[in-house]
C-alpha cells in the first residue's frame, strides 16, 4: 500500500490574541528579517468592523446642509481616492447652519420662537440618527389647508392659550352640569304629621313640648306605646311554671332573683338589663325542666344576655365565670346561651315595665322622688312571682300609683290614667299584692340593702314604714308571716 498522507495542520490565527503568530508586518519584524519598510504596504490591512463601517458609510447621504466634510473626505480615503481638495479647519460663520444673524444694533441674538428651536433640534436629531444607523428618514406628517397648499405640523404655529374669563368659565360648568346631572326640584317641606289619636275630655297632651327633638319622636308616640302592649301577651310567661318543675320551688327563684340583683349592683348595668334577664329566666323554666344544681348557670347566663342585648359595653364572659365563684367555665355558659337562646327562638323582644314607668312619670311632670320609688315597687314584681301573670304595664302603673299615694301627691287623674292604660279599680289588685310584700318581714336582703342607699333616696325605708302603718287598710291582718309561709 502507498504510504499515507501526511495531514498538514493549517494555522489558525487570531488577530485578537496576542500569543498566536500573526501575519500583520511589523517595524521591528521587518528589521529583524532584513526586509525594507519602504517596502511594506502604506495602509494597513482594514479589520472586518471597518470594512463594515466603510460599506454603512457608503450607504450614507452626505450631509451638506450642516457643511460637515469630514464624512466626504472620509469616505474618499476609504475608497482608495485622493481627496482633490484638502479640507481644513471651516470657521463657524462659513458652516451653512441655516442660522441668519440679526441685524439689530445689539449684541444679543434675535429671540427664536421654542416652537422653531424645537423644530430645528429635532430635525437634527432625526438626521443624525438616520445617518449613523441608516434607517430613512420618518415623513413627517402634513395638513392640507384651506387654500390648497399643504404645511407640515412642525411648521403650523403653536396653538395660543385663551385668556381666562370668569364668565366662559362658569358657563362651562353650567353646561356640563345640564348634560351630567339634570336640575332636581326642591324638595317639599315636611310636614310633621297629626295626631290620629283622639283625646278624652280633661285630657292634656304632653308630648307636643317634644316635637323639636328628633330623638323623642313625639310624633309616633303613642303608635310606640300601641305596639307595645300588644306585644305584651306574647312575652307572659307561663305563671304555674314551677308544677312542671321537679327539683325547683318558688323559694329557690326568689333566692336566684335576690342574688342576681346583688351582681346586676355590681356590674352598674341598666335597669332594663334586670327586667330581661328575669323575663329570659321564667320563659325557659317554662318550656325546659332543669335540674337544681342548674339553675343558677340559667340565672347567670340569662343575665349575659340581657346584658348584649341592652349595654352599649356587656362584661365579658369571664366575668360573669368569676362572679360565679367559678363554678362554671366559659365554654359552659356560653353552650347555655346557644340552648336559651334556641329555646327562645331568638325573640327578645320585651315590652320592658321601665319604659312604661317613664311614659306615666312623663304625665307627671318627671317627679323624682315619685319615680324612684315606683322602681322599687316594680322590682318587687321580680322576686314575687305572683306578679307574673301581670303585664308589665300593669305592673308599672301600679308602682306608680302607690308610689304617689305613699308620696301623697294627688289623685290619680285622667291624663295620667289616660297614659298608663289602667283606671283606679284595674290597678287595685295589684297595688294589693305590693302592699303585702312590703308589710311582711323581708327575705330578700340583697334587694333591700339596694334600695336603703341614698343613691335611691332611701326608698325601701320609706315604702316599709308607710306599709307597716297602713297595712290593715288593704285587709292584711296578719303581717307577720313572711312571703315564703304564704306560698
Not at 205 to 230: G, K, Q, S
Not at 378 to 395: C, G, K, N, Q, T
Request: charged share 30%; hydrophobic share 40%; with cysteine.
Amino acid at each position: 500500500m502507498p504510504p499515507g498522507r501526511t495531514l498538514q495542520t493549517r494555522p489558525v490565527s487570531n488577530e485578537n490574541d496576542e500569543n498566536s503568530s500573526s501575519t500583520r508586518m511589523t517595524r521591528a519584524k521587518a528589521a529583524a528579517l532584513g526586509v525594507d519598510e519602504l517596502a511594506l504596504p502604506s495602509k494597513a490591512l482594514q479589520t472586518k468592523k471597518t470594512v463594515t463601517t466603510s460599506q454603512v458609510q457608503g450607504l450614507q447621504r452626505k450631509r451638506a446642509a450642516l457643511g460637515d466634510v469630514s464624512n466626504v473626505t472620509k469616505g474618499e480615503a476609504v475608497e482608495g481616492k485622493k481627496p482633490a481638495v484638502r479640507a481644513g479647519l471651516v470657521s463657524k460663520a462659513a458652516q451653512p447652519t441655516g442660522i441668519r444673524k440679526s441685524t439689530r444694533s445689539s449684541g444679543r441674538a434675535a429671540m427664536v420662537p421654542k416652537a422653531s428651536r424645537a423644530n430645528v433640534d429635532v430635525r437634527r436629531a432625526g438626521s443624525t440618527k438616520a445617518s449613523v444607523t441608516g434607517v430613512p428618514k420618518r415623513k413627517v406628517p402634513s395638513i392640507s389647508t384651506s387654500s390648497g397648499t399643504t404645511e407640515t405640523v412642525a411648521d403650523r404655529e403653536p396653538l395660543r392659550k385663551k385668556a381666562y374669563t370668569g364668565d366662559a368659565e362658569r358657563r362651562f360648568r353650567e353646561e356640563k352640569e345640564e348634560d351630567v346631572v339634570p336640575k332636581c326640584e326642591p324638595e317639599p317641606v315636611r310636614v310633621k304629621p297629626e295626631p290620629t289619636i283622639v283625646f278624652p275630655p280633661g285630657v292634656e297632651d304632653p308630648d307636643p313640648e317634644d316635637l323639636d327633638d328628633p330623638l323623642m319622636v313625639a310624633e309616633y308616640a303613642h303608635e310606640i306605646f300601641e305596639y307595645l302592649r300588644d306585644l305584651e301577651v306574647n312575652t307572659i310567661p307561663n305563671p304555674n311554671y314551677m308544677d312542671h318543675q321537679d327539683e325547683l320551688e318558688w323559694k329557690m327563684r326568689g333566692i336566684l332573683i335576690d342574688w342576681l340583683v346583688e351582681v346586676h349592683t355590681r356590674f352598674h348595668l341598666l335597669p332594663e338589663t334586670l327586667f330581661l334577664a328575669v323575663n329570659i329566666i321564667d320563659r325557659f323554666l317554662s318550656e325546659k325542666v332543669v335540674q337544681l344544681d342548674r339553675l343558677q348557670l340559667v340565672g347567670i347566663t340569662a343575665m349575659f344576655i340581657a346584658s348584649k342585648y341592652e349595654e352599649v359595653l356587656s362584661p365579658h364572659v369571664a366575668n360573669f365565670s368569676h362572679v360565679a365563684d367559678d363554678g362554671f367555665s366559659e365554654a359552659e355558659i356560653l353552650s347555655a346561651e346557644r340552648c336559651i337562646l334556641g329555646t327562645l327562638n331568638y325573640d327578645l323582644s320585651y315590652p320592658n315595665p321601665m319604659n312604661f314607668l317613664r311614659r306615666i312619670s312623663k304625665a307627671d311632670n318627671y317627679d323624682i322622688q315619685s319615680r324612684t320609688i315606683g322602681k322599687y315597687l316594680m322590682e318587687i314584681s321580680l322576686l314575687d312571682h305572683r306578679f307574673m301573670a301581670y303585664r308589665p304595664s300593669h305592673v308599672a302603673a301600679g308602682a306608680m300609683y302607690l308610689s304617689r299615694l305613699i308620696l301623697d301627691r294627688g289623685e290619680w287623674d285622667d291624663t295620667i290614667a289616660f297614659y298608663a292604660g289602667y283606671t283606679e279599680d284595674e290597678i287595685e289588685p295589684v297595688v294589693q299584692l305590693m302592699v303585702d310584700y312590703l308589710a311582711r318581714p323581708p327575705v330578700h336582703d340583697a334587694f333591700l340593702k339596694k334600695y336603703a342607699s341614698k343613691k335611691f333616696l332611701k326608698a325601701s325605708i320609706i315604702a316599709r314604714n308607710w306599709a307597716k302603718l297602713n297595712a290593715h287598710h288593704f285587709d292584711i291582718v296578719d303581717v307577720r308571716l313572711t312571703l315564703d309561709q304564704i306560698s
